[in-house]
């Protein structure tokens, strides 16, 4: 995706997020971890120090971003895919689409590396449109960003414009009086279940890593939110984390797989399978202590990592797949000692180490 290598930072409050290395915080923690730079400019000052005016964050043309929607009709494939019950399509009503105002249009891409030659180095894709939709003030409707998927290669996915607001998908369908929210990890998961719920549902921004300080404020007013993230590794950290950014008295942990080790791992693939969602989402728990742990939940961590090794993996070498085979790579939290006698090769082993996650754009400390 083309926003992985990016760092947006809110020009109205100074909050930043980077997508890389999930390191999010207000502007004191940004300056911060640049070392405290004196000469940065302040967010709040309404002009530049030049005198120029600040821009507001960009906003998809209106007419072109609702023909979108629209001209969903004039997209048999993408409907196919949405609708559809065979393999690799998602079995969502027209209903639903409609009520979350889903799109379609055809975006450029570049081409896959390993494409046949001859490819041109953008490719056209169908795509399946997830329109982020708020209201102003006054209250008049207004798509705030585009997020754009391609429906055959999925790693082909931009949010449209660069350098936009970020949003929920799914926030206009939200009832004004609603107390509880469900916030699911992907588009797909918060149709199906508000298709098999009726219940109010959203989806992260980016994924189970996702959740911009700037969007927290709209969460403040309901008394209940479930976390239907997906029941692996990554998202159930995620929604740990949401958590105790949200406030763990009114956050439920919803777990998909209902303790099957081969159950669905997200909401829409409990659709698909059949599963019952309404009991799945009853079933929902509160966040356990950080230091109190049962048998069960243990049993569970354990088996899920040796299932999945993969998802527990860390930053991994280039240079030495030997040693990724070994240790999996370097994780967040873990001190990893290397020995051996003088001469052995320590300081070469270490510093080849350095300069391989540096151009990996990894943060790296030698002295």
């Known amino acids: 995706p083309d926003n992985v290598w990016k760092l947006y930072i809110s020009r109205a409050n100074g909050t930043y997020n980077c997508f890389r290395c ?120 207004m798509i705030t960003r585009l997020k754009v998927r391609s429906i055959t290669r999925k790693e082909c996915m931009r949010l449209d414009p660069s350098g936009g607001k970020m949003g929920f998908f799914g926030w206009h369908t939200i009832p004004k009086d609603s107390k509880e929210i469900i916030l699911t990890e992907g588009e797909f998961d918060a149709m199906a279940v508000y298709q098999a719920t009726k219940r109010p549902a959203i989806s992260l921004p980016n994924g189970c890593n996702s959740l911009p300080i700037t969007l927290l404020p709209l969460l403040e007013r309901f008394d209940k939110i479930y976390l239907w993230l997906d029941d692996d590794i990554p998202g159930q950290e995620g929604a740990r984390k949401f958590a105790e950014k949200l406030g763990i008295k009114r956050c439920f942990l919803v777990h ?86 003088t001469g052995a090769g320590k300081t070469t082993f270490l510093t080849q180490l350095s300069l391989d996650y540096c151009k990996q754009g990894v943060r790296t400390l030698w002295g």
Not at 57 to 69: F, L, R
Not at 98 to 125: I, M, Q, R
Not at 256 to 274: E, S
Request: with cysteine; hydrophobic share 35%.
């Open 22 to 141: 999930s390191n999010k915080g207000s502007w004191f923690d940004f300056k911060l971890n640049l070392g405290d730079l004196s000469d940065v400019m302040d967010v709040k000052a309404a002009t530049r120090a030049d005198g120029a005016a600040t821009q507001e964050p960009a906003v998809p043309n209106q007419k072109i971003a609702q023909s979108y929607i629209n001209d969903l009709g004039k997209h048999p494939d993408v409907i196919t895919m949405l609708t559809g019950k065979g393999a690799r399509q998602r079995h969502l009503s027209m209903d639903t689409i409609k009520l979350y105002e889903v799109g379609a249009a055809t975006y450029s891409f570049p081409a896959a590396k390993d494409a046949p030659a001859g490819t041109p180095a953008w490719v056209d894709h169908e795509c399946v449109i997830f329109p982020w939709i708020n209201f102003d003030k006054n209250g008049r409707r």
């Open 256 to 341: 998909t797989k209902q303790g099957d080790p081969n159950g669905p791992k997200d909401a829409n693939d409990a659709l698909i399978a059949g599963k019952d969602l309404v009991d799945i989402l009853n079933k929902a728990s509160p966040l356990a202590h950080s230091q109190i742990t049962s048998f069960a939940t243990f049993r569970d961590e354990v088996e899920r990592e040796l299932r999945e090794p993969d998802t527990v993996s860390g930053v991994k070498s280039a240079q030495f797949p030997k040693l990724d085979a070994l240790i999996r790579g370097h994780r967040r939290g873990e001190l990893t000692v290397v020995t051996g006698s």
